[in-house]
């Protein structure tokens, strides 16, 4: 049999959705809230909020970049990221900080609780996730960078975190 490339119109979307939900704070780069979109589209993340200086929808760049899964994906902006992690917590989710800090674990050393809900937070492009924000997580968790520079692309971060910790929830069923 050829191994030929698929189109859009063979895919065949499962619709499934997992307990997790980003809180991108301060996100200046609209092809980051972009990606964020469509990574959460791909991966089954369940919302998206928006908080602080972050772009928000409607915008050409974001469409661009998230392929129009802006329009697929819920999301909620909110000035204040501390509202959303008080809700959040409210509802029973565990706040994680996508960070490199003097406390964090490997993502590989990461360990879901049964039936648990995650909210990530993916911090500003240029200082990452803020002080307020690392004080107010649960845990932080990294992804082990082995080059010289000691950070990535916050939304090339995002696919890989989710993408992590999407495995786990498949690993649990």
């Known amino acids: 049999m050829k191994n ?5 119109n063979a895919h065949k979307g499962a619709s499934v959705k997992y307990p997790i939900c980003y809180l991108a704070h301060d996100i200046d780069v609209p092809m980051n809230i972009g990606s964020f979109f469509r990574i959460a589209d791909a991966l089954g993340v369940e919302k998206i909020f928006l908080s602080g200086s972050s772009i928000v929808p409607p915008n050409s760049k974001i469409r661009k970049t998230s392929r129009a899964t802006e329009q697929y994906v819920e ?8 509202h959303v992690i008080h809700y959040l ?34 911090g500003a492009e240029n200082t990452g996730v803020c002080q307020e924000l690392l004080d107010a997580s649960d845990i932080s968790i990294h992804i082990p960078m082995l080059g010289r520079n000691s950070s990535m692309n916050v939304a090339n971060a995002c696919s890989i ?13």
């Open 4 to 8: 030929l490339q698929l189109d859009y």
């Open 89 to 122: 917590r409210n509802l029973g989710y565990k706040i994680v900080s996508l960070e490199i800090t003097s406390a964090s674990i490997d993502i590989k050393e990461f360990c879901l609780g049964n039936n648990e809900k995650i909210c990530l937070i993916l």
């Open 161 to 173: 975190a989710t993408y992590e910790i999407t495995k786990m929830y498949q690993n649990k069923r």
């Open 75 to 82: 999301y909620e902006y909110q000035p204040s990221p501390m």
